[in-house]
């Protein structure tokens, strides 16, 4: 009974040398490619196009807001200084008033960034598809594997990401 455990370890120490020896000959053949989508979102041209869209879009309701945010401001430093000459009324409806303006703001603003948040992530999701159709592209022209976008380390040599900048921006 002995030479069984024994000849059963020798079987599966021959098994995973071809094993091992078949995924050596076929990680050589294998390519990675990594692509770093932040700098795509930062240095592609029509990520730049696509944030100058929503700065020109959102820039008059945003001057708006912090002209309503400086009204606002003012209102209240004018209502600390004429506190003490108000009556109990009037600085009760004062206040009433400024509580429904600071309300009314912080209505505004919440709305304006829930607007802005939802159209930045339309125009990065529209260059995100762009970018992932120019990594396919690339990585069948080139015989990659496997495109990866996100990694906790990546060497180098792999990075990918100027290849597809480069046909992004030279597109159309």
């Known amino acids: 009974m002995k030479h069984t455990p024994h000849l ?12 091992l020896a078949a995924a050596s000959a076929v990680a050589q053949d294998f390519r990675v490619g990594f692509v770093n989508t932040e700098r795509i979102f930062r240095e592609a041209n029509l990520a730049k ?10 820039s008059r ?3 708006e807001i912090q002209a309503q945010g400086v009204q606002l401001r003012a209102a209240s430093e004018r209502f600390e200084r004429e506190l003490p000459t108000l009556s109990e009324a009037q600085r009760v409806a004062r206040q009433r008033q400024l509580v429904e303006q600071d309300r009314d703001f912080q209505r505004k603003q919440r709305e304006f960034q829930e ?10 999701q529209a260059v995100l598809e762009r970018a992932n159709r120019v990594i396919r ?12 976008q996100e990694a906790v380390y990546i060497h180098p040599r792999h990075d990918i ?12």
Do not use: M
């Open 8 to 19: 059963f370890s020798r079987s599966f120490f021959l098994a995973l040398v071809l094993c």
């Open 137 to 148: 592209q690339i990585a069948e022209a080139e015989k990659y594997d496997l495109v990866i």
């Open 115 to 124: 607007d802005l948040n939802l159209r930045r992530n339309e125009e990065l």
């Open 49 to 58: 196009a696509a944030q100058a869209k929503l700065e020109q879009e959102f």
């Open 161 to 172: 990401t100027d290849k597809v900048l480069n046909s992004l921006n030279n597109a159309r």
């Open 61 to 63: 309701r945003e001057r």
